[in-house]
């Protein structure tokens, strides 16, 4: 026994040596025994799956990475093991006795291998291949060949200790994807069983290229070359969304969208009452995760062989021996570093790809949920939370990166921008600015706290090195031994491996817990029940909407029974019904007018049969296609054509007579362009009744529903174009036979309606025929020239009168534009700067920063170089004087040099971290603070041509990348930079022919970061545009979600996001490839590097040649440096790239701090009591809205005596808001003056004068905060004098039982309806005691009665004070002390209304006649 124990492990003891166990015992243990185990349960598998004949391995076709891994990787293994026999063999043939066991190993690896490649041909090999057990063993075995390889590893030779490490590694490989194919499958299995519609062609596995190897070769996407002709193109010229590369198909929005919304709704009905939108994103691309795990590890296993082969290269150098082996050494150190450059780089793309997958899941996903969930169950969110769920948790949730961003952030900017005109209006601009400054404040704060903790990772992260060198080696010689150059630099190199991971775990665990936060808030919002085709989908169910319509009732079109609304989401108790116990039945074809007082439940009414509102009690039933027009117009940006289509095929017949239907056709003919004209952002370029028509005729008239719900669209107009569009469109032939309910206070539409339902606190008050109905009580308080009382309700005649003489009722004059702009004019394109970007943006940031602070930030950092430098250069003088015998100073002399230069080190590292800190805080402070005021001073004119989601865009995502990206990649810049620099001149000194190399590899580093450059700056560029239009699409959206909801226009508007999101994809993928192509190439250039100082570390070590490269612990120095030249030039270009492009951020922050401004500065200070007597006087004013445009008034004059009350009266765009825009400075006039109790406007700093003057604007304004803080923000006034003012606005009950003036507004006032809001905003406004009181038709979406009282009111309680009223309303004007009368921006008509109205011939009668048709 003990001579075969003997012939097996010659010259060694069978187990035990006396230190640890044996080679000869590890080999048969970890080597051979695992080996033959492996093979049996192959057998076994085999032939008991021969036996079985009834089990069949999966039909599921594998991809090309599963065939790779399963067929590849065990040939490659059996070669490897061939090889190991061949080494053997040559061992045996050179007289070098080798023992059994090496030979049994060898064969015994052989076999499994081949055994695997042939059980993996047969029919059944799934089933051997993948079962639990052999799954299960090849997790053990690899570990278990791991601990054996670290064991023997210091006794191999160079050659087998390179095959080893192969052997092992492709075993880790094989083992890992065999369990995440096997789980995959089982699972993919389930999913079949649970959803057979699922085809496997849309497969949740990273495969993202597929589409890319049909068209490119490996080696081009092994080496990016595919990005090749958009680089070329970079170069040349700027850069176009044409230019960019198509994204994979698994990889387009609408893929990704179906994948992560069936694992959505499996949550959803798996775990209802707590679904985890991160176990959703699991389930739909957790595998894809596996397999890049599966990558990184394999990445991470070659990052530590450089080390291995350092110190069996530094021992080769000890020795001076002139074998090979250091050649080889040599060459297998530049050839890992090349395997691991190439698979670094596919890590990296595989991982861009799947974040981007998520990126586009998560908002596609939002966007959907906001077009289901109704406005009750999304009333638990504002709309700024929404766009924050868009803007930071969507990437937070996808990258996993620090943010700290809060919802208010977003909600004050948006409501900033949505009312900057009624802000600028109110000079509230600067307490709505103070209101944001202390949001920021409380962010700067957060920031802050954030940043020094930063900083304190920076520091550790940095001083690492030193410290492990210190701490490391000074306790191993203090415990008596002694360093070599193998050791010290073997643990250098392993050092700086570690550095990395060990300092980036916080900013991971950071990361981890805010994707947690955000996917828990995402989460919430997606799960809010959805109400998807409820309304007018006859095939559709739900325990509140009926989809069958009652077998009682065959001629009915809409069903209200016994209903109770509330605006309370469902999982809130039903609070403040809307609605209460309300019952009707509403005939098809039918006529019905909805009316009744302010907040009366008019709005409700609709909003509930749309689905709308929450359903407590009772059911509704609506048949047919529903069309809907809002209250407040919704207007799409886009061309007028867009809009009147709303994405229904264009029809040119009905198109026309829609256009005449609605009194469009001539205000589009003046556009420029016409209908193709581009109408701004929530029409901005179009008059309050332009949008009115427009969203009448698009939302109404064109689509030809069999439902039309309009909620008061006459108000906007004047009497003449409501009774074209009353008799034309609404009661014309295009909607004839159509059912229409009409919330409305025209007397004219109630007398015609064929149904009048009035509505009283949210009761049906009463209801009956309009015959029926007491007209005169409710007209009591309209003078009679209003309407004539003789009108009969027949809709027959009215449709014959209009058919028979179109031309008698067909209106004198349409309305004028006087702001139409092509697009180009109207919304300029956003501005993309061409070229690098420029040193002044650099120096502008720099002075953000601070002169001093940069300075100290620059030397502090070089000084930090210097002393870890110096620090490795002792050591390697350390290791010299003590291998050579030469050491003349103790241990503690060298130990206290080297705590000297950590201590420097680590004091510098301190300034440099907390100095970037506080830098990049002030910076950050200074941009958002400096744009701010530039946003705040700017024009309105600046805001009609710039969408709102560009400015959100730069207060959001640029001022984001300020804040925090931008600092954190220009630290890791400068640190690149001072550790290249320190890397060349210590390689420089220590190897000459170095210095041979810098002149080529600089020349090769510029050409190739020129290259790169160009093309990442225009794609940077081109991905900061490609934001701007979803954000604006999506707040465009959130705005409309109702309409949309209306029209069954989901899918429209989801393939219209789908492409702005496909487009930020491309840019987002075509930067990553352009950047991964740029990174492979400087890691090849540094592993050539490593290479060739390895190999002249060898060839100097022949003491034969006349050079000396130095000695040992120079050489281990070099070597150490050398190895992470490979990550830290990459490293290098990929943060000055990322540096160039998140300064990107800055050059557009800039940009808008160079916007015009408006005029601040005045000559004159008036007295606080200005005007005191109220008098206005305009002199040959003429006012452009922009100089290519004809004028909107033009050459007007005329005077306002003090204390009177006057109306301004016109059609549509006849000039009248242009009037108040001119007295509010908001538009600078072009010539003439206005004068102000003989003060001429100009001379009067523009936000004082606006603080004097008192407005209540066309569009209510109420923002988020109390009510309180609504009506008096500047806290003047008490709260009995706050109560008054509502009292005297007939709104004092509202507010009460609402709960008083602490009650929570919520953003845009959707607490109140229109009507209340212009109450409360007229309450506001008589809160101000101003002599002059400006009304821009402040009583459009108020009952009849109310808007007399209000006006009563007026006359009595504003007597003394100058009262300007804009009004449609013959009535509003009559009593008043005199009108104006505005045409095409002339002063046509001048003097009293009761007057005027004596006189036939004036302007003013053949209103009042035209207003009583």
Same mark, same amino acid.
């Given at each position: 026994?003990?001579?075969?124990?003997?012939?097996?492990?010659?010259?060694?003891?069978?187990?035990?040596?006396?230190?640890?166990?044996?080679?000869?015992?590890?080999?048969?243990?970890?080597?051979?025994?695992?080996?033959?185990?492996?093979?049996?349960?192959?057998?076994?598998?085999?032939?008991?799956?021969?036996?079985?004949?009834?089990?069949?391995?999966?039909?599921?076709?594998?991809?090309?990475?599963?065939?790779?891994?399963?067929?590849?990787?065990?040939?490659?293994?059996?070669?490897?093991?061939?090889?190991?026999?061949? =080494?053997?063999?040559?061992?045996?043939?050179?007289?070098?006795?080798?023992?059994?066991?090496?030979?049994?190993?060898?064969?015994?690896?052989?076999?499994?291998?081949?055994?695997?490649?042939?059980?993996?041909?047969?029919?059944?090999?799934?089933?051997?291949?993948?079962?639990?057990?052999?799954?299960?063993?090849?997790?053990?075995?690899?570990?278990?060949?791991?601990?054996?390889?670290?064991?023997?590893?210091?006794?191999?030779?160079?050659?087998?200790?390179?095959?080893?490490?192969?052997?092992? !590694?492709?075993?880790?490989?094989?083992?890992?994807?065999?369990?995440?194919?096997?789980?995959?499958?089982?699972?993919?299995?389930?999913?079949?069983? $649970?959803?057979?519609?699922?085809?496997?062609?849309?497969?949740?596995?990273?495969?993202?290229?597929?589409?890319?190897?049909?068209?490119?070769?490996?080696?081009?996407?092994?080496?990016?070359?595919?990005?090749?002709?958009?680089?070329?193109?970079?170069?040349?010229?700027?850069?176009?969304?044409?230019?960019?590369?198509?994204?994979?198909?698994?990889?387009?929005?609408?893929?990704?969208?179906?994948?992560?919304?069936?694992?959505?709704?499996?949550?959803?009905?798996?775990?209802?009452?707590?679904?985890?939108?991160?176990?959703?994103?699991?389930?739909?691309?957790?595998?894809?995760?596996?397999?890049?795990?599966?990558?990184?590890?394999?990445?991470?296993?070659?990052?530590?062989?450089?080390?291995?082969?350092?110190?069996?290269?530094?021992?080769?150098?000890?020795?001076?021996?002139?074998?090979?082996?250091?050649?080889?050494?040599?060459?297998?150190?530049?050839?890992?570093?090349?395997?691991?450059?190439?698979?670094?780089?596919?890590?990296?793309?595989?991982?861009?790809?799947?974040?981007?997958?998520?990126?586009?899941?998560?908002?596609?996903?939002?966007?959907?949920?906001?077009?289901?969930?109704?406005?009750?169950?999304?009333?638990?969110?504002?709309?700024?939370?929404?766009?924050?769920?868009?803007?930071?948790?969507?990437?937070?949730?996808?990258?996993?990166?620090?943010?700290?961003?809060?919802?208010?952030?977003?909600?004050?900017?948006?409501?900033?921008?949505?009312?900057?005109?009624?802000?600028?209006?109110?000079?509230?601009?600067?307490?709505?600015?103070?209101?944001?400054?202390?949001?920021?404040?409380?962010?700067?704060?957060?920031?802050?706290?954030?940043?020094?903790?930063?900083?304190?990772?920076?520091?550790?992260?940095?001083?690492?090195?030193?410290?492990?060198?210190?701490?490391?080696?000074?306790?191993?010689?203090?415990? $008596?031994?002694?360093?070599?150059?193998?050791?010290?630099?073997?643990? !250098?190199? !392993?050092?700086?491996?570690?550095?990395?991971?060990?300092?980036?775990?916080?900013?991971?665990?950071?990361?981890?817990?805010?994707?947690?936060?955000?996917?828990?808030?995402?989460?919430?919002?997606?799960?809010?029940?959805?109400?998807?085709?409820?309304? *007018?989908?006859?095939?559709?169910?739900?325990?509140?909407?009926?989809?069958?319509?009652?077998?009682?009732?065959?001629?009915?079109?809409?069903?209200?029974?016994?209903?109770?609304?509330?605006?309370?989401?469902?999982?809130?108790?039903?609070?403040?019904?809307?609605?209460?116990?309300?019952?009707?039945?509403?005939?098809?074809?039918?006529?019905?007018?909805?009316?009744?007082?302010? $907040?009366?439940?008019?709005?409700?009414?609709?909003?509930?049969?749309?689905?709308?509102?929450?359903?407590?009690?009772?059911?509704?039933?609506?048949?047919?296609?529903?069309?809907?027009?809002?209250?407040?117009?919704?207007?799409?940006?886009?061309?007028?054509?867009?809009?009147?289509?709303?994405?229904?095929?264009?029809?040119?017949?009905?198109?026309?007579?829609?256009?005449?239907?609605?009194?469009?056709?001539?205000?589009?003919?003046?556009?420029?362009?016409?209908?193709?004209?581009?109408?701004?952002?929530? $029409?901005?370029?179009?008059?309050?009744?332009?949008?009115?028509?427009?969203?009448?005729?698009?939302?109404?008239?064109?689509?030809?529903?069999?439902?039309?719900?309009?909620?008061?669209?006459?108000?906007?107009?004047?009497?003449?174009?409501?009774?074209?569009?009353?008799?034309?469109?609404?009661?014309?032939?295009?909607?004839?036979?159509?059912?229409?309910?009409?919330?409305?206070?025209?007397?004219?539409?109630?007398?015609?309606?064929?149904?009048?339902?009035?509505?009283?606190?949210?009761?049906?008050?009463?209801?009956?025929?309009?015959?029926?109905?007491?007209?005169?009580?409710?007209?009591?308080?309209?003078?009679?020239?209003?309407?004539?009382?003789?009108?009969?309700?027949?809709?027959?005649?009215?449709?014959?009168?209009?058919?028979?003489?179109?031309?008698?009722?067909?209106?004198?004059?349409?309305?004028?534009?006087?702001?139409?702009?092509?697009?180009?004019?109207?919304?300029?394109?956003?501005?993309?700067?061409?070229?690098?970007?420029?040193?002044?943006?650099?120096?502008?940031?720099?002075?953000?920063?601070?002169?001093?602070?940069?300075?100290?930030?620059?030397?502090?950092?070089?000084?930090?170089?210097?002393?870890?430098?110096?620090?490795?250069?002792?050591?390697?003088?350390?290791?010299?004087?003590?291998?050579?015998?030469?050491?003349?100073?103790?241990?503690?002399?060298?130990?206290?040099?080297?705590?000297?230069?950590?201590?420097?080190?680590?004091?510098?590292?301190?300034?440099?971290?907390?100095?970037?800190?506080?830098?990049?805080?002030?910076?950050?402070?200074?941009?958002?603070?400096?744009?701010?005021?530039?946003?705040?001073?700017?024009?309105?004119?600046?805001?009609?041509?710039?969408?709102?989601?560009?400015?959100?865009?730069?207060?959001?995502?640029?001022?984001?990348?300020?804040?925090?990206?931008?600092? =954190?990649?220009?630290?890791?810049?400068?640190?690149?930079?001072?550790?290249?620099? *320190?890397?060349?001149?210590?390689?420089?000194?220590?190897?000459?022919?170095?210095?041979?190399?810098?002149?080529?590899?600089?020349?090769?580093?510029?050409?190739?970061?020129?290259?790169?450059?160009?093309?990442?700056?225009?794609?940077?560029?081109?991905?900061?545009?490609?934001?701007?239009?979803?954000?604006?699409?999506?707040?465009?959206?959130?705005?409309?979600?109702?309409?949309?909801?209306?029209?069954?226009?989901?899918?429209?508007?989801?393939?219209?996001?789908?492409?702005?999101?496909?487009?930020?994809?491309?840019?987002?993928?075509?930067?990553?490839?352009?950047?991964?192509?740029?990174?492979?190439?400087?890691?090849?250039?540094?592993? =050539?590097?490593?290479?060739?100082?390895?190999?002249?570390?060898?060839?100097?070590?022949?003491?034969?040649?006349?050079?000396?490269?130095?000695?040992?612990?120079?050489?281990?120095?070099?070597?150490?440096?050398?190895?992470?030249?490979?990550?830290?030039?990459?490293?290098?270009?990929?943060?000055?790239?990322?540096?160039?492009?998140?300064?990107?951020?800055?050059?557009?922050?800039?940009?808008?701090?160079?916007?015009?401004?408006?005029?601040?500065?005045?000559?004159?200070?008036?007295?606080?009591?200005?005007?005191?007597?109220?008098?206005?006087?305009?002199?040959?004013?003429?006012?452009?809205?922009?100089?290519?445009?004809?004028?909107?008034?033009?050459?007007?004059?005329?005077?306002?005596?003090?204390?009177?009350?006057?109306?301004?009266?016109?059609?549509?765009?006849?000039?009248?808001?242009?009037?108040?825009?001119?007295?509010?400075?908001?538009?600078?006039?072009?010539?003439?003056?206005?004068?102000?109790?003989?003060?001429?406007?100009?001379?009067?700093?523009?936000?004082?004068?606006?603080?004097?003057?008192?407005?209540?604007?066309?569009?209510?304004?109420?923002?988020?905060?109390?009510?309180?803080?609504?009506?008096?923000?500047?806290?003047?006034?008490?709260?009995?004098?706050?109560?008054?003012?509502?009292?005297?606005?007939?709104?004092?009950?509202?507010?009460?039982?609402?709960?008083?003036?602490?009650?929570?507004?919520?953003?845009?006032?959707?607490?109140?309806?229109?009507?209340?809001?212009?109450?409360?905003?007229?309450?506001?406004?008589?809160?101000?005691?101003?002599?002059?009181?400006?009304?821009?038709?402040?009583?459009?979406?108020?009952?009849?009665?109310?808007?007399?009282?209000?006006?009563?009111?007026?006359?009595?309680?504003?007597?003394?004070?100058?009262?300007?009223?804009?009004?449609?309303?013959?009535?509003?004007?009559?009593?008043?002390?005199?009108?104006?009368?505005?045409?095409?921006?002339?002063?046509?008509?001048?003097?009293?209304?009761?007057?005027?109205?004596?006189?036939?011939?004036? !302007?003013?009668?053949? =209103?009042?006649?035209?207003?009583?048709?």
């Amino acid at each position: 026994m003990d001579d075969f124990l003997a012939l097996i492990c010659p010259n060694s003891p069978f187990i035990w040596n006396g230190k640890r166990y044996s080679y000869c015992f590890e080999d048969i243990l970890l080597g051979i025994g695992l080996n033959i185990v492996t093979t049996i349960i192959i057998v076994v598998l085999g032939f008991k799956q021969k036996s079985g004949r009834g089990v069949h391995g999966s039909d599921v076709q594998m991809t090309v990475p599963e065939k790779s891994v399963l067929y590849f990787v065990p040939a490659i293994e059996a070669c490897l093991s061939v090889l190991e026999i061949i =080494f053997v063999w040559k061992k045996e043939h050179n007289s070098q006795f080798v023992g059994y066991h090496k030979w049994f190993y060898s064969c015994s690896e052989l076999i499994v291998w081949t055994n695997i490649i042939l059980f993996s041909k047969r029919a059944s090999s799934h089933y051997i291949i993948f079962s639990r057990v052999l799954c299960f063993w090849w997790i053990l075995k690899p570990i278990l060949g791991v601990l054996r390889l670290v064991t023997t590893f210091p006794s191999l030779e160079v050659s087998v200790c390179i095959v080893e490490s192969l052997v092992v !590694l492709l075993s880790i490989t094989y083992g890992t994807a065999i369990n995440v194919i096997r789980v995959k499958r089982e699972s993919f299995k389930r999913s079949l069983l $649970g959803d057979p519609l699922l085809s496997y062609d849309s497969s949740l596995e990273e495969g993202g290229h597929h589409d890319l190897e049909t068209n490119e070769s490996i080696w081009d996407l092994m080496t990016f070359k595919f990005i090749a002709p958009v680089m070329n193109r970079g170069v040349v010229k700027q850069l176009d969304c044409e230019d960019l590369l198509q994204i994979p198909t698994n990889m387009a929005p609408s893929s990704c969208h179906d994948i992560i919304s069936s694992c959505w709704q499996a949550q959803l009905t798996n775990d209802a009452s707590k679904p985890s939108l991160f176990r959703a994103l699991c389930s739909a691309y957790g595998w894809s995760y596996l397999y890049l795990g599966l990558l990184k590890v394999i990445n991470d296993c070659i990052g530590f062989v450089g080390p291995l082969l350092l110190n069996k290269l530094i021992q080769f150098l000890q020795k001076g021996s002139v074998t090979s082996d250091g050649y080889l050494l040599a060459v297998s150190l530049g050839l890992t570093s090349i395997i691991k450059s190439f698979l670094d780089t596919q890590y990296s793309f595989h991982l861009a790809k799947l974040k981007l997958k998520l990126r586009s899941s998560i908002m596609t996903l939002i966007y959907d949920k906001c077009l289901h969930v109704n406005l009750a169950e999304r009333s638990k969110f504002t709309n700024g939370e929404i766009q924050t769920f868009m803007s930071v948790d969507a990437d937070r949730t996808v990258n996993l990166c620090n943010s700290f961003h809060d919802t208010w952030r977003i909600r004050r900017t948006g409501e900033l921008l949505t009312y900057i005109r009624t802000l600028k209006m109110y000079g509230w601009e600067l307490i709505f600015s103070s209101w944001l400054m202390e949001t920021r404040s409380l962010e700067v704060k957060h920031l802050a706290t954030r940043k020094y903790l930063d900083a304190w990772c920076v520091f550790f992260w940095a001083t690492t090195p030193t410290l492990f060198s210190i701490f490391t080696f000074g306790l191993f010689t203090l415990m $008596g031994n002694q360093l070599d150059a193998a050791m010290v630099f073997t643990c !250098l190199a !392993l050092f700086n491996t570690l550095i990395s991971p060990l300092n980036s775990f916080p900013w991971v665990i950071n990361g981890l817990i805010d994707a947690f936060i955000s996917s828990r808030r995402l989460s919430r919002f997606l799960s809010c029940p959805e109400h998807r085709s409820n309304v *007018g989908d006859t095939g559709s169910s739900s325990s509140s909407f009926l989809s069958k319509q009652p077998d009682s009732s065959q001629r009915l079109a809409i069903i209200v029974q016994d209903v109770s609304c509330t605006w309370s989401s469902s999982d809130e108790p039903p609070l403040n019904m809307v609605l209460s116990h309300v019952t009707l039945s509403l005939s098809k074809g039918s006529f019905v007018a909805i009316i009744g007082e302010v $907040g009366s439940g008019k709005s409700s009414l609709l909003y509930s049969v749309l689905g709308e509102a929450q359903l407590a009690h009772g059911y509704i039933y609506c048949d047919g296609s529903v069309a809907y027009v809002p209250q407040v117009p919704w207007i799409l940006s886009g061309t007028v054509r867009d809009n009147i289509l709303f994405g229904k095929s264009y029809d040119p017949v009905r198109y026309t007579d829609t256009l005449q239907a609605c009194a469009l056709d001539v205000d589009i003919e003046l556009m420029v362009g016409h209908d193709m004209a581009y109408i701004g952002e929530k $029409g901005l370029n179009l008059s309050g009744g332009q949008r009115a028509r427009l969203a009448l005729a698009s939302r109404a008239v064109y689509h030809g529903s069999d439902v039309i719900m309009l909620d008061d669209v006459l108000s906007a107009v004047d009497a003449q174009v409501a009774h074209w569009i009353l008799h034309n469109a609404i009661l014309g032939p295009l909607m004839q036979g159509k059912t229409i309910l009409l919330c409305t206070h025209n007397v004219q539409a109630i007398s015609l309606a064929d149904m009048v339902v009035v509505m009283d606190k949210g009761h049906v008050k009463w209801l009956g025929s309009s015959a029926a109905f007491p007209i005169s009580s409710y007209t009591r308080f309209s003078p009679s020239n209003d309407i004539d009382l003789t009108s009969k309700n027949h809709r027959e005649s009215c449709s014959s009168d209009s058919s028979s003489k179109p031309k008698e009722q067909s209106l004198p004059e349409k309305e004028i534009v006087h702001s139409p702009e092509i697009a180009e004019e109207i919304v300029e394109v956003e501005l993309r700067k061409e070229g690098k970007v420029e040193i002044g943006v650099y120096k502008n940031y720099a002075v953000f920063i601070g002169q001093f602070v940069t300075v100290v930030i620059c030397l502090s950092a070089i000084l930090m170089q210097a002393s870890r430098n110096g620090n490795d250069l002792w050591l390697s003088y350390w290791v010299d004087t003590t291998e050579t015998g030469q050491t003349v100073h103790s241990v503690s002399f060298y130990l206290a040099i080297l705590c000297l230069f950590c201590a420097v080190n680590s004091f510098f590292t301190l300034v440099r971290a907390f100095s970037f800190a506080f830098g990049g805080l002030q910076a950050a402070i200074k941009v958002h603070n400096r744009l701010l005021s530039k946003l705040i001073n700017a024009p309105v004119r600046f805001f009609d041509q710039t969408p709102g989601g560009r400015i959100l865009n730069r207060l959001s995502s640029d001022l984001y990348t300020i804040d925090d990206s931008l600092p =954190f990649i220009m630290n890791i810049l400068l640190a690149n930079f001072v550790g290249l620099l *320190g890397i060349a001149i210590i390689l420089s000194y220590v190897q000459v022919f170095f210095l041979v190399l810098l002149l080529p590899l600089w020349y090769i580093y510029s050409k190739l970061q020129f290259f790169y450059r160009s093309t990442s700056r225009e794609l940077r560029r081109l991905d900061s545009v490609s934001r701007s239009p979803i954000y604006t699409s999506f707040s465009e959206t959130l705005d409309g979600t109702s309409t949309i909801r209306a029209f069954k226009s989901e899918d429209f508007f989801f393939a219209k996001f789908i492409e702005h999101i496909t487009l930020y994809q491309k840019t987002s993928y075509t930067e990553t490839v352009a950047s991964l192509w740029l990174s492979l190439r400087l890691q090849l250039l540094g592993a =050539f590097i490593i290479s060739f100082i390895a190999l002249m570390a060898v060839v100097g070590s022949h003491r034969s040649l006349p050079i000396n490269f130095g000695t040992p612990g120079l050489v281990g120095l070099a070597l150490s440096y050398a190895a992470p030249i490979v990550s830290l030039l990459g490293s290098f270009l990929t943060s000055f790239t990322e540096t160039e492009k998140e300064m990107v951020s800055v050059e557009r922050a800039l940009q808008y701090m160079d916007i015009p401004q408006e005029e601040q500065a005045g000559c004159l200070n008036v007295n606080p009591d200005w005007p005191n007597l109220g008098v206005i006087e305009f002199q040959n004013v003429t006012l452009k809205y922009m100089p290519s445009l004809a004028p909107a008034i033009y050459n007007l004059s005329f005077t306002i005596a003090g204390g009177t009350q006057v109306g301004i009266i016109g059609r549509t765009g006849a000039g009248k808001s242009s009037v108040l825009n001119a007295l509010f400075c908001l538009t600078p006039i072009c010539s003439g003056s206005i004068l102000v109790d003989g003060t001429d406007i100009r001379n009067v700093p523009v936000r004082e004068l606006r603080t004097h003057l008192a407005i209540v604007p066309q569009s209510p304004f109420l923002f988020n905060g109390s009510l309180r803080e609504n009506l008096d923000p500047f806290k003047m006034s008490d709260d009995l004098k706050i109560w008054d003012a509502l009292e005297k606005c007939h709104v004092k009950e509202e507010v009460e039982e609402a709960g008083g003036l602490d009650i929570l507004v919520k953003e845009g006032g959707i607490s109140f309806s229109v009507g209340q809001r212009q109450l409360l905003c007229l309450a506001r406004a008589l809160l101000k005691s101003s002599k002059v009181l400006c009304l821009d038709e402040c009583t459009a979406n108020v009952d009849i009665q109310t808007a007399s009282l209000l006006h009563t009111t007026i006359s009595s309680k504003c007597k003394g004070m100058t009262v300007i009223t804009i009004a449609h309303r013959i009535s509003t004007v009559l009593n008043m002390d005199s009108i104006l009368i505005l045409d095409h921006g002339n002063l046509a008509e001048q003097g009293n209304p009761q007057v005027l109205l004596n006189d036939e011939s004036s !302007l003013f009668s053949s =209103f009042v006649k035209a207003s009583s048709m």
